[in-house]
């Protein structure tokens, strides 16, 4: 039975959607609309039993909360894993744009970790190139995807929460972040930033994809 009382959509009315029913933060972790009803509505004003929230369109016709908690973007990405490389076919290309990135910086690397690594899509190139490359994504779903693949045959995975994850005394040469970082905000960036710090060598960079074909660099040049 649906958690939503009402839905404030302009003049669309007799709206069809589908919706997360596990519900960890009493709300919906995601909205599903149907009959292609998206192109024509920019954001889901959503009463719930637990006050009104603001859903944002995102990948197809999803919609996620705005501010979604980790266990809401676990929930989702654990929905769409099966058919998320249908959809981010175009991902496949962000492989050789990365790993161009990475032999930019000259640097004969053997420790690469990628965070927030989903089923691997646009990490093959790499992993061609740098075959033990540890993905870790917060969704199981997604990595068993890429564990299929024959290119991560020699790779490393990591089932958990970046910022929970103890990494003991692991350090890496190159950590990459592609299309996740938005996931990090205020007090979780924080975090973020000190976790990258923590666990880079000497010398190591982090490379971050904010957009597609938009990468930031940073080198870590303290000890």
Same mark, same amino acid.
């Given at each position: 039975?649906?958690?939503?009382?009402?839905?404030?959509?302009?003049?669309?009315?007799?709206?069809?959607?589908?919706?997360?029913?596990?519900?960890?933060?009493?709300?919906?972790?995601?909205?599903?609309?149907?009959?292609?009803?998206?192109?024509?509505?920019?954001? %889901?004003?959503?009463?719930? @039993?637990?006050?009104? &929230?603001?859903?944002?369109? +995102?990948?197809?016709?999803?919609? $996620?909360?705005? !501010?979604?908690?980790?266990?809401?973007?676990?929930?989702?990405?654990?929905?769409?894993?099966?058919?998320?490389?249908?959809?981010?076919?175009?991902?496949?290309?962000?492989?050789?744009?990365?790993?161009?990135?990475?032999?930019?910086?000259?640097?004969?690397?053997?420790?690469?970790?990628?965070?927030?690594?989903?089923?691997?899509?646009?990490?093959?190139?790499?992993?061609?190139?740098?075959?033990?490359?540890?993905?870790?994504?917060?969704?199981?779903?997604? %990595?068993?995807?890429?564990? @299929?693949?024959?290119? &991560?045959?020699?790779?490393? +995975?990591?089932?958990?929460?970046? $910022?929970?994850? !103890?990494?003991?005394?692991?350090?890496?040469?190159?950590?990459?972040?592609?299309?996740?970082?938005?996931?990090?905000?205020?007090?979780?960036?924080?975090?973020?930033?000190?976790?990258?710090?923590?666990?880079?060598?000497?010398?190591?960079?982090?490379?971050?994809?904010?957009?597609?074909?938009?990468?930031?660099?940073?080198?870590?040049?303290?000890?």
């Amino acid at each position: 039975m649906s958690l939503i009382k009402e839905y404030y959509v302009g003049k669309t009315e007799n709206l069809s959607f589908t919706e997360d029913n596990i519900c960890p933060c009493s709300r919906p972790a995601w909205i599903y609309l149907e009959n292609g009803e998206k192109d024509n509505i920019r954001l %889901l004003k959503v009463q719930t @039993k637990a006050g009104r &929230f603001f859903y944002l369109p +995102f990948f197809g016709s999803y919609y $996620l909360p705005e !501010n979604s908690r980790k266990e809401e973007v676990l929930l989702y990405y654990d929905k769409v894993a099966s058919s998320y490389e249908k959809d981010m076919r175009n991902h496949s290309q962000i492989g050789e744009y990365l790993l161009k990135k990475i032999r930019s910086i000259g640097c004969d690397f053997k420790e690469i970790l990628s965070v927030g690594a989903g089923t691997g899509i646009e990490l093959e190139d790499i992993a061609k190139n740098y075959p033990q490359i540890t993905l870790l994504d917060i969704s199981d779903k997604m %990595l068993q995807i890429a564990k @299929k693949k024959p290119v &991560f045959h020699a790779s490393k +995975f990591i089932t958990a929460d970046f $910022l929970d994850y !103890n990494f003991k005394d692991k350090r890496y040469d190159v950590i990459v972040c592609c299309l996740a970082i938005h996931y990090f905000s205020g007090k979780d960036l924080d975090g973020f930033i000190k976790k990258i710090y923590s666990i880079l060598n000497d010398g190591g960079f982090l490379l971050w994809l904010i957009s597609i074909y938009r990468c930031k660099t940073w080198k870590n040049t303290f000890c």
